[in-house]
């Protein structure tokens, strides 16, 4: 299965369960929850598979409700971080040390401009 087949999946279940698919704010809090359960597994020396599985599964939704080609942006992304230089900073994490691939807005392609978010 490719990505997009997942994301299909995924939002086709929550429709057949009539689980939230109007609400894009609920369901970027919905992954972070998922997020936080996965961290707080892991911190408990549990097993992490199915939170992680259940962050993909918020993700491919959310990306699915957002007519978002999940699978394309990730290969894009790797190109894109693949030309990008960094330097240890010795803390475990990595500075980037060039801009040449600096994110372009398009926000008025994205169709949560005009999906219904619904209210909390």
Same mark, same amino acid.
């Given at each position: 299965?490719?990505?997009?087949?997942?994301?299909?999946?995924? &939002?086709?279940?929550? *429709?057949?369960?009539?689980?939230? !698919? !109007?609400?894009? +704010?609920?369901?970027? /809090? #919905?992954?972070?929850?998922?997020?936080?359960?996965?961290?707080?597994?892991? %911190?408990?020396? @549990?097993?992490?598979?199915?939170?992680? #599985?259940?962050? #993909?599964?918020? &993700?491919? =939704?959310?990306?699915? /409700? /957002?007519?978002?080609? /999940?699978?394309? +942006?990730?290969? @894009?992304?790797?190109?894109?971080?693949? !030309?990008? %230089? $960094?330097?240890?900073?010795?803390? =475990? $994490?990595?500075?980037? *040390?060039?801009?040449?691939?600096?994110? @372009?807005?398009?926000?008025?392609?994205?169709?949560?401009?005009?999906?219904?978010?619904? !209210?909390?």
């Amino acid at each position: 299965m490719h990505i997009s087949d997942y994301q299909k999946a995924i &939002l086709q279940n929550k *429709i057949d369960h009539q689980f939230n !698919t !109007t609400n894009i +704010e609920k369901e970027f /809090l #919905a992954l972070y929850g998922e997020v936080a359960e996965a961290f707080d597994a892991y %911190r408990k020396m @549990e097993p992490v598979g199915q939170e992680l #599985a259940d962050v #993909a599964i918020y &993700l491919f =939704g959310l990306a699915e /409700l /957002l007519d978002v080609d /999940l699978e394309k +942006e990730i290969q @894009e992304k790797m190109k894109i971080n693949a !030309t990008r %230089r $960094y330097i240890a900073s010795g803390n =475990g $994490y990595a500075k980037r *040390i060039d801009d040449s691939q600096k994110k @372009e807005s398009n926000h008025a392609q994205h169709p949560h401009d005009t999906m219904d978010k619904g !209210t909390f």
